[in-house]
């Protein structure tokens, strides 16, 4: 009688190698070493000629310098997403005008002029709190200027 022994699972399991998430993006050292790999394993007899590789030398460069650009643009856009806390930090002490709205009627009002004491934030909108109690949205402001000296 033939005596079979059971493969442990957790043994296959363990040498099973992890699959690879190809990535669609080919960044300069996946160019590098396709370069290398073609001139190493290129024809003796037949080589690449000097066009081609200049060719590909100029597309690596290219590459190498769009990959720069694109790093740069996303450092500039990341610099732009300043909160607008920051951003309108330089209007407190300063006049701001603005009109406000009947809130019954939502008829304009005469327009009303006083100093930022703060800025704050809502959901991403900056929001000034004036010396005369109010608060109002950054965007709903006419006018900005230094505060009037008092003779």
């Known amino acids: 009688m033939i005596t079979l022994n059971k493969i442990d699972p957790s043994l296959y399991l363990h040498q099973q190698s992890k699959p690879r998430t190809p990535s669609p993006d080919l960044g300069k050292d996946e160019f590098m070493k396709i370069l290398m790999a073609q001139l190493q394993n290129q024809d003796p007899l037949n080589p690449m000629e000097d066009k081609e590789f200049i060719s590909q030398m100029a597309s690596f460069s290219s590459l190498e310098q769009m990959m720069n650009m694109s790093a740069s643009i996303d450092n500039l856009v990341q610099n732009q997403l300043v909160s607008p806390v920051i951003q309108y930090s330089h209007v407190i ?51 900005i200027e230094e505060p009037q000296a008092n003779t």
């Open 93 to 143: 002490g300063k006049e701001v005008t603005y009109q406000p709205e009947d809130d019954e009627t939502g008829q304009k009002l005469d327009p009303v002029t006083s100093q930022v004491i703060a800025v704050s934030q809502k959901e991403g909108w900056a929001i000034f709190e004036l010396a005369n109690g109010e608060k109002v949205y950054a965007d709903a402001v006419t006018k």
